[in-house]
């Protein structure tokens, strides 16, 4: 299988094996590791990684390992998949490199309007483990809980240039 992707300078870098974080509404935080050459997501049983979320389909999507670098190619999915805010397949290609600090998001309802039973999925450089982690209490604000680079008081922020 071919897989095309478009690169930009800042995308070019080193790639090194990812994790996924994901977080579900109601459900603790998961660390994923893709350590498989090829890893199905969606709601179907048969999938590498499981999701409860309405927002992702039965075969959401695929994440390829190949030549030292990982790629999410979006399936057939009814609601889609953003990366950093933009939506996968706008520019008519289903696949994109994925690199350290992008944040996919599975949300029927557009990037203004989270929908209330989205997936956020943070990739990450592969660290230790599960163990890295820790589990915090989280106030929202209106019922909304906001992860990106300068998100505000009470809310995830991350300071990594490529969080939008």
């Not at 997501?41 to 994440?63: K, Q, V």
């Not at 309007?113 to 997936?119: A, D, F, K, R």
């Not at 890295?132 to 019922?143: F, S």
Request: hydrophobic share 30%; net charge positive.
């Amino acid at each position: 299988m071919e897989i095309k992707t478009e690169l930009s300078p800042a995308r070019t870098g080193q790639a090194t094996r990812l994790q996924l974080i994901i977080l579900e509404q109601g459900k603790s935080l998961r660390v994923v590791p893709l350590d498989k050459p090829r890893m199905t997501m969606g709601r179907e049983g048969g999938c590498d990684i499981l999701l409860s979320s309405l927002a992702a389909s039965r075969a959401h999507g695929t994440f390829i390992t190949a030549n030292g670098a990982t790629y999410y190619m979006e399936g057939n999915s009814k609601n889609g998949t953003e990366r950093n805010g933009v939506r996968i397949g706008a520019n008519g290609n289903p696949c994109v490199l994925l690199c350290d600090g992008d944040v996919l998001r599975i949300n029927g309802d557009g990037p203004n309007q989270p929908h209330w039973n989205g997936v956020t999925i943070v990739c990450s450089e592969k660290s230790g483990g599960e163990d890295d982690w820790k589990t915090y209490p989280l106030a929202t604000v209106q019922n909304r809980l906001l992860l990106g680079r300068n998100a505000g008081p009470g809310h995830i922020s991350i300071p990594k240039v490529t969080v939008s």
